[in-house]
């Protein structure tokens, strides 16, 4: 009795996921599914990353919670169109759910659309949404041990933002281990160490992010 | 297409629940179901309070985790008795994983079994396990807007730990607002903020425990 995600389920969104890549790319626009435990600080980096790149880049968001709309009445506080998906009791968005979103949006306007997950270690891993790339957030709060054990995510993404780094001298976080462990699982993965607090290292990532759009809109014509 | 667990899941995991309940109201075990995000401190919180209640009542801890036995190793070197379970990709512990590790303990020899669920704030509270009570950790550095995203684990829970309470002058955590919203979601929750690290806090959410334990043997004989 296990309500993993069976096979044919995963299936059926990975159809919906096609579909969903299908109309991003014959619109040009560059999605990223951004996903951490509730409490990493997606929104607020999503809040820091649009004010250091939406005066040149064109960009939506979708914004997955179980319940309330305060994730998206931040980022459009930003000037960024925002649509909340509320889940009820579900843990993670589905193709479906982003699908039914995205006629609140001119896609063909946008350069990059931000799909900000439901606040869940494991299950936003398993589901495409039609996306170019993962991101994944890890907070210094949450402890070095994350990568190891709760690998899937991390071998899913394709960048790991270790957040809160300010908090790093008040806990026992190594970020050597969160680092080399979570390359152990994921060599190929990016990882940006930053304060949204401080904004350290927050131009890395939103050139890592600026470099991706570059190349999609290379890729696009 | 949503995989939320439908109701004949729920209700084929409650069956096997009453089971567990049976059995251990039997053996007069009093049994709490730990929940929250990853890591939130879930596992420090059963080494302090282990370290401040086994001299007096007999403990086993069940650890649910997606990956590694890491959890189970921290709770032997306290002398407790631990059985890991690994539940894969799976985002949550159910009645029967549960019942599957029992086998692994003398139950009849235990005053409190400790279950501490994978960290995840949204499914674990939609499936019973055959506990007494749910407690939840909720740490101060995931942001004092959780009550309200995430009610459901709020509102089962009987008591909320509130961790991580040294970090609060580092971040912008109010703990008024916290525990506000997570009453107006469930007003008989007993809430206790404490900070591992420091041990503030901790004698006040042990004595509750104790209390619990005291009452279950009154009421069993």
Chains 1, 2 share one sequence.
Not at 17 to 29: I, T, W
Not at 154 to 165: C, G
Not at 169 to 190: G, V
Request: aromatic share 4%; hydrophobic share 40%.
């Amino acid at each position: 009795m296990k309500v993993k995600p069976a096979a044919n389920i995963l299936s059926a969104n990975d159809a919906i996921a096609s579909d969903n890549r299908r109309l991003f790319r014959e619109n040009g626009v560059f999605v990223i599914n951004l996903m951490s435990s509730p409490g990493a600080g997606k929104t607020t980096l999503l809040e820091e990353t649009i004010a250091r790149l939406s005066g040149s880049i064109k960009i939506a968001v979708i914004e997955g919670d179980v319940a309330t709309s305060a994730d998206a009445l931040r980022i459009e506080k930003t000037g960024v169109p925002a649509v909340q998906i509320n889940t009820g009791n579900l843990c993670h968005l589905d193709a479906g759910m982003v699908r039914s979103a995205l006629s609140e949006f001119d896609i063909k306007s946008l350069d990059m659309l931000i799909v900000e997950n439901v606040g869940n270690l494991v299950c936003p891993a398993e589901f495409n949404v039609g996306e170019d790339c993962k991101a994944m957030l890890l907070s210094a709060a949450e402890g070095d041990d994350k990568p190891l054990k709760y690998p899937l995510m991390f071998h899913e993404s394709s960048a790991l933002v270790i957040n809160k780094t300010d908090l790093i001298p008040h806990t026992n976080f190594s970020l050597e281990k969160a680092r080399r462990d979570a390359l152990s699982i994921n060599p190929k993965l990016a990882v940006f160490p930053l304060s949204c607090r401080t904004g350290e290292g927050l131009e890395d990532w939103c050139g890592w992010l600026a470099d991706r759009i570059g190349e999609n809109r290379c890729l696009r014509g």
